[in-house]
């Protein structure tokens, strides 16, 4: 295959996207296949010869999208979605194509500075203050490890990276119960361990308690281990409970504690001024990180990091061997520096098309809208016989349960084989609840009322 057989391809390709997502409502949401039935259909090796591109087209279609879940069907409630906005799309086709290696100034002088620039544009829409700078991870779980490994570091001298941590003071971080598990493989990976992450009581809205975390560290201290850390939620993944971050950064604050904002798929809410109640105090934090890739419709994968100072991060991750030295330029960002990776994709290019082709006021109208259908089917869904909402909508989260648990799960099986909706599980005080995310960016009003009618034809209540 060359550039010019490309160049066919990718207009075929191009067709056949139109085509699925345009004929995506006909198509189960979830994958309807079972374990080892697409590596059934693949040779067992590699071809010895080229093979023509029109039979891998024909293979590609025949093996892969019957197999897929596909999380740009506008029924997709489960997990929340990766989108992919056309605009996104398009611009990652151009990043594919432009293939770059953006670990350096130097090697991606475009790529550096748009980073940069996109990284103020969202500053300014989420409300953040000017301080603030950041850069783009792949996820939210690396943005995380991120901030816990400069925790670390910073709670040791720097001491870590160099001498190791055998013979360190045991560090503690704090976290609570509705904080995302890469909070837990943060601490693991980072060498601080699981049994380190203090995850400190909540309140009656599921939000941290600073006096409950005030005197945890206090009992740390006493006991003389070393506190580094606190991460704090905003939109839990859970029921989508927020901390108070204001009152919980204060605390950390009289203890000297790096501070780190997990708001992954709430932070995108932030961009419409009416939400942003929700994270008040935020300007106090050290570190903060959203996702456009899930609610702003930017091509997974777009993490977006907020630094109050990036110096601490930079100097926990920055290594510069002489080979990537920029020779005269000493005033120029390495964003390898400030990440885990030395190889760094073109991401800001997808959110710059995103946020020129849509608009902020196009992307909170989004958000708007999902918001209030997600409180609209939570409405229908108390109605129905045998169901009640267990939490009530937090943005465009909620979750519902039947009587009991046995019911509650052979009901979620119903709902994903039947095909029309996808949804999925958590448990809640002990309590197997369905979980209902409202935020693919395709979908309609009439989408989203979907979800009550399949309950009722598969609950017995209707249809």
């Known amino acids: 295959m060359n550039h010019d057989d490309l160049a066919h391809w990718s207009k075929r390709a191009a067709d056949w996207a139109r085509a699925y997502h345009a004929g995506l409502r006909d198509r189960p949401v979830r994958a309807q296949t079972r374990p080892g039935n697409t590596a059934a259909r693949l040779p067992v090796a590699a071809p010895e010869t080229p093979e023509p591109m029109e039979a891998i087209f024909a293979d590609f279609e025949a093996f892969v999208p019957g197999a897929m879940t596909h999380w740009q069907h506008p029924r997709f409630f489960a997990y929340f979605p990766a989108n992919a906005a056309p605009a996104s799309m398009l611009a990652e086709q151009l990043a594919n194509a432009i293939a770059a290696q953006a670990m350096l100034w130097q090697t991606a002088p475009a790529a550096t500075e748009i ?86 009581a909540t309140d009656a809205d599921f939000a941290m308690d600073p006096a409950a975390l005030d005197t945890a560290i206090r ?16 939109g839990g993944t859970g029921i989508g409970a927020s901390d108070r971050i204001g009152d919980s950064l204060a605390v950390a604050r009289a203890h000297g504690l790096y501070t780190h904002v997990d708001a992954a798929w709430a932070g995108s809410a932030m961009i419409c001024p009416e939400f942003r109640p929700l994270w008040a105090g935020i300007d106090g934090a050290d570190s903060i990180v959203m996702n456009p890739h899930k609610w702003l419709g930017v091509q997974f994968d777009c993490s977006l990091q907020f630094l109050a100072d990036p110096a601490p991060q ?49 992307l909170r109208a989004r958000i708007r809208n999902h918001v ?92």
């Open 115 to 200: 980073e940069e620039v996109m990284l103020g544009w969202m500053r300014r829409a989420l409300g953040l203050a000017p301080h603030f700078t950041g850069t783009i991870h792949d996820s939210a779980t690396t943005a995380t490890l991120a901030a816990v490994l400069t925790m670390r570091e910073r709670a040791l001298g720097w001491a870590g990276n160099t001498a190791g941590l055998a013979l360190q003071p045991r560090l503690r971080l704090y976290a609570s119960a509705q904080a995302h598990s890469s909070v837990d493989k943060a601490a693991r990976v980072a060498g601080i361990g699981q049994d380190n992450l203090v995850k400190v």
């Open 219 to 234: 009992a740390d201290l006493a006991a003389g281990y070393r506190p580094a850390g606190l991460i704090l939620c905003v």
């Open 314 to 362: 930079v100097k926990t991750l920055g290594l510069r061997p002489d080979y990537l030295e920029t020779l005269g330029q000493s005033d120029v960002t390495d964003f390898n520096e400030w990440t885990l990776p030395l190889g760094r994709r073109f991401r800001a290019l997808k959110l710059w098309f995103t946020l020129r082709a849509y608009g902020l006021e196009g």
């Open 372 to 463: 209030a259908w997600a409180e609209e089917a939570a409405a229908a869904i108390a109605a129905l016989p045998g169901l009640e909402i267990v939490t009530a909508p937090r943005l465009s989260l909620f979750t519902f349960a039947c009587t009991d648990d046995a019911a509650t799960e052979a009901l979620l099986r119903r709902i994903n084989d039947d095909g029309r909706i996808y949804l999925t599980q958590t448990r809640h005080e002990g309590r197997f609840v369905i979980r209902v995310q409202v935020g693919q960016f395709d979908c309609t009003r009439d989408d989203v009322t979907t979800i009550p009618a399949v309950l009722a034809d598969l609950a017995g209540h209707g249809g």
